[in-house]
């Protein structure tokens, strides 16, 4: 599978503390193992002159207080909050200084956010995927992607989880629907 490095930006989907870190508040044990992978992934790219993306699920005092159905506090309790430990980036990610990072309130990174801003000014089309939690913010951020007319891929094997069968479920999900799956052996920046 290529993609044209000029063209492609990899993002990288909330690998922070508070989800990749055996301390973190919502760690998921695949999330951790998924950092290899996803660094791996990193530098081939950076090598090839791919741009890189992180995204760090972050938020702040009081966001869900004034919401009526949209509430993540509620539904995972409290993590990644503003200014806390668990919602800095991994220490073992390398963070450049052309790397962008797009500080996210919910599970789509598009929204309400400049990276849409941020792609299109740099000429990117295709976004090759990876990170967590799989069925979570990656799925719903490649999913915003394939409807803005990016060409969203998924790097199957640096993609964390809960429970394998919510991975599987993502995967299928995206590759029928908005995308397509590949592991980071196929996928040749090229």
């Known amino acids: 599978m290529d993609v044209d490095p000029a063209h492609t930006a990899v993002v990288v989907v909330d690998m922070q503390n508070g989800f990749c870190h055996p301390d973190g508040s919502l760690h998921a044990p695949a999330s951790e193992d998924a950092l290899a992978a ?3 992934l990193v530098s081939r790219a950076r090598d090839a002159g791919a741009r890189i993306v992180y995204t760090r699920d972050v ?9 009526t ?12 909050t503003a200014g806390s430990w668990d919602a800095q980036l991994h220490d073992k990610l390398t963070v450049a200084a052309d790397d962008h990072v797009v500080e996210k309130h919910t599970y789509d990174a598009f929204y309400e956010t400049e990276l849409d801003g941020y792609l299109t000014a740099h000429g990117i089309t295709e976004l090759v995927f990876c990170g967590t939690l799989a069925n979570v913010c990656v ?3 490649a999913g915003s992607a394939g409807v803005r007319d990016y060409r969203p891929i998924l790097a199957a094997d640096a993609v964390g989880y809960i ?12 590759e029928w629907l908005f995308g397509e799956v590949a592991d980071r052996a196929a996928i040749a920046f090229a």
Request: proline letters at 5%.
């Open 38 to 40: 996803v660094t791996a």
């Open 69 to 80: 159905h949209y509430d993540e506090f509620e539904r995972w309790g409290e993590h990644v």
């Open 163 to 174: 429970e394998a069968s919510h991975k599987e479920y993502t995967l299928d999900h995206a």
């Open 139 to 141: 799925l719903h951020t």
């Open 59 to 67: 938020h702040p005092p009081g966001q869900f207080e004034r919401t």
